[in-house]
């Protein structure tokens, strides 16, 4: 008897083009969930723009099947000029280990917080 696993549509291959939300195990970036460590890194390499506006700017990249951030823009912005930033900032990204769905990696999709003001630059 086999059981069927979460996006699984009753024994066929996955769809080579989907892009999922949520599989069976996630991306990871630099040991942490990805959520945490894309958070982490974004603010990394985050140059935040003189007199920025505190405020949050939320990010959406795809993580490829290779672990390639793809496809970053702004979901909600805070200003031109803090939108460019986070988005230099999220391509900047190394690295993440791909997600899996059904024992193949796929790519998924996030949307990322990102605070301002981070640590300003002098």
Do not use: C
């Not at 969930?33 to 890194?41: D, E, K, V, W």
């Amino acid at each position: 008897m086999r059981l069927f696993e979460l996006g699984d549509t009753l024994g066929q291959p996955l769809e080579a083009n989907r892009v999922w939300t949520y599989v069976e195990q996630m991306p990871t970036l630099n040991g942490q969930n990805a959520l945490t460590g894309s958070m982490a890194a974004i603010h990394q390499y985050l140059v935040v723009p003189p007199a920025a506006p505190d405020g949050r700017v939320f990010v959406r990249f795809e993580v490829d099947k290779e672990g390639r951030v793809r496809h970053a823009q702004i979901a909600r912005g805070l200003r031109a000029d803090v939108d460019s930033a986070v988005v230099a900032a999220t391509r900047q990204l190394p690295r993440f280990v791909p997600g899996q769905q059904a024992g193949q990696a796929v790519v998924v999709s996030f949307t990322v917080p990102v605070t301002i003001p981070v640590k300003r630059q002098p």
